[in-house]
Structure formats: structure tokens, C-alpha cells
């Protein structure tokens, strides 16, 4: 259940950033061009949104299988080989990202002492600076998902290969 709950608060928060930056970015241009005057914090506001729509796009990645990856040697190796690597790279995974995690939560809070405003929004910077902490744990998270799911069933989170998808594509278009 509490999985099911996070992964569509996932889905759901990286489709408003991205709808979010898309009107703020087209409702800009449009005044703009159209009555000679826009926001002046447009831009400011689309590159945060971006910037968290990539940490939260990035676990969602490790979770669906589609995050970017050199698996080639992965793919090729058999059997405990094939294990090792899958085990190993994950565990690099949660090292990394959990590294990030504690050290981006350490940042927040010493931009939060520092009182910093964010240049048009005015927004404290240590609200923005959030989506290290938050991003890097969920992604974290998701590599820990991803390992037990490997050692209980040997099942790796995966979009299939680039061949695969390829021809899956092509059948969609009727080709």
C-alpha cells in the first residue's frame, strides 16, 4: 500500500513540475510577444521546477528500469558473474546516492543558517535546495526496491534493450 501511495505521488509531482514549467514558460512568451511584457521570475521558477522534476524523474527511472546505464557487460555475463555485477552495482547505486542524500541534507540546513533568498521568486534558497536531499534519498530508496526484488527473485527492474524497444516501436507503427 505505502508503496503503491509513493510511487503515484512520484508520477504525480514529476507531472506538475513538468506541466507547471510548460504553462509558466508558454504563458511568458505569449505575454512577451503578444503585449510586450512577461514575469520577470518566468525563467527562475521553470529551472527550479526542472531541477526537481529531474531528482524525482531520476528515481523514477531507477524504479521503472529506464535510468541510464551501461549494462552491456550485465547483459553478456551468466550466472554468479551475472549476479556479482547486478549486486555490486546496485549497492554502488545506494552508496552513491545515499552519500548525496546525507550530504545535500547537511547543505540544506547551512544555506538555511544562512538565510539566502532565491534572486526574482525570493523564495528561501534552502526550499529549493530541498530537492537534493529528497531526490537523492527517494533514488536511494528505489536502488534498495531494486536489490531485494534482484535477491528474493532474480528479477532486475528493467525497460528491456534498446533492440527490444526499437522493434516494439516499429510494431506500434505498423512497420
Known amino acids: ?31 512577451r510577444y503578444l ?8 525563467t527562475e521558477l521553470t529551472i527550479y521546477l526542472f531541477i526537481w522534476m529531474a531528482k524525482f524523474g531520476a528515481a523514477y527511472g531507477v524504479r521503472t528500469g529506464i535510468h541510464v546505464g551501461v549494462d552491456y557487460v550485465v547483459n553478456k555475463a551468466e550466472g554468479a558473474k551475472r549476479r556479482f555485477l547486478v549486486i ?45 536531499p529528497f531526490g537523492s534519498g527517494l533514488m536511494c530508496f528505489r536502488f534498495i526496491q531494486s536489490l531485494l526484488k534482484f535477491l528474493r527473485g532474480g528479477e532486475t527492474a528493467s525497460a528491456g534493450s534498446v533492440a527490444d524497444l ?9 512497420k
Open 1 to 31: 500500500m505505502f508503496h503503491r501511495m509513493l510511487d503515484r505521488l512520484e508520477e504525480w509531482l514529476i507531472l506538475s513540475f513538468m506541466a507547471t514549467a510548460t504553462l509558466v514558460t508558454f504563458v511568458s512568451v505569449a505575454m
Open 35 to 42: 503585449m510586450g511584457t512577461g514575469f520577470t521570475w518566468a
Open 88 to 132: 555490486a552495482g546496485t549497492v554502488l547505486g545506494i552508496v552513491f546516492t545515499g552519500v548525496i542524500a546525507f550530504f545535500g541534507a547537511r547543505w540544506v540546513i547551512f544555506i538555511h543558517g544562512t538565510g539566502q533568498i532565491s534572486p526574482d521568486l525570493e523564495w528561501p534558497m534552502w526550499i529549493i535546495y530541498l530537492a537534493i
Open 166 to 174: 526499437r522493434e516494439g516501436a516499429m510494431k506500434e507503427h505498423g
